[in-house]
């Protein structure tokens, strides 16, 4: 039985999650899931407004202080990776920007392959059907060339690399070496992505519709930018110089 475990990280969107959660809660009835919501201490009480709405399905992770994307993801793995019944775990940002009604779609490509499949779907905006709405030219322009960076330096042929809209089997991650992976911010989508790649996983696109926030302020930085380009960059070289390290290095 398939059975879903979805990841929201949060720094400070005590407006946003409450949206999200309420958008939510039908399909909820229908898919059973659970829900994380993976909070570092934000300022704005976003864990406790959660806490508050006493949703059954929803717990909280407290963190002690922002540390990124990248560990809040790799703590909400470990979390759900102890408990057996999940068999995919999805990563969804909380600001509105992914679709719930994108979820239903990625759920199907995910569901109906044995359990001990390796499998990650991606949302991607930059396919046909996909699409982002409200962003400036520049924005779209940053992340089509930040993914095609990556395609080539990484020789990764998935069409949107840095998006966080993705399901994973808990038989991927159980194969990965989270504990291994450093990456904070955008670049943690990539190297989630090369390090699927390198363990061999059914990798399945899924259309989606990107929309700008509404609520809250972006965590989006120069210095997220500069890290994912440097360290794509790092990562490219050593797949060139050391295929066999870089693998051992990611999967167990
Ligand atoms: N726990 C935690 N969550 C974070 C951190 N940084 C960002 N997030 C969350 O990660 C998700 C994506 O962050 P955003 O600021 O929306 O980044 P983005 O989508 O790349 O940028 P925008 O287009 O401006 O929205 C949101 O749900 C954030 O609240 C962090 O350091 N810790
Ligand atoms: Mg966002």
Redesign the pocket.
């Given at each position: 039985m398939t059975q879903f475990a979805i990841l929201?990280?949060?720094?400070?969107?005590s407006i946003s999650i409450v949206e999200l959660l309420e958008k939510l809660e039908p399909l909820q009835k229908e898919y059973k899931f659970d829900l994380f919501v993976?909070?570092?201490n934000s300022p704005d009480k976003t864990a406790d407004i959660v806490d508050q709405l006493g949703y059954s399905w929803v717990s909280v992770v407290r963190?002690p202080g922002?540390?990124?994307?990248g560990?809040?993801y790799r703590a909400g793995f470990e979390k759900v990776l102890t408990v057996d019944k999940y068999t995919h775990v999805v990563t969804m940002?909380?600001?509105g920007?992914h679709r719930v009604e994108d979820l239903p779609a990625m759920f199907v490509a995910a569901s109906g392959k044995p359990d001990e499949s390796k499998i990650i779907v991606l949302g991607t905006r930059w396919m046909p059907g996909g699409s982002v709405v409200n962003w400036p030219k520049s924005?779209q322009l940053l992340s089509q060339s930040g993914t095609r960076y990556a395609q080539i330096v990484l020789g990764i042929g998935l069409r949107d690399l840095t998006g966080?809209f993705r399901i994973y089997s808990s038989s991927l991650l159980r194969s990965l070496k989270l504990k291994d992976m450093t990456a904070t911010g955008?670049c943690f989508q990539i190297e989630m992505a090369m390090a699927s790649d390198l363990a061999g996983a059914a990798k399945i696109e899924v259309p989606i519709t990107f929309v700008?926030?509404v609520n809250g302020v972006?965590?989006?930085s120069k210095a997220i930018v500069v890290e994912a380009l440097w360290q794509t960059t790092v990562w490219g070289v050593f797949r060139r110089l050391r295929p066999n390290a870089d693998k051992l290095h990611y999967v167990k």
């Open positions: 929201v990280p949060t720094y400070n969107e993976l909070d570092d963190r922002k540390a990124g994307l560990a809040a940002d909380a600001d920007s924005r966080g955008y700008e926030r972006s965590k989006m």
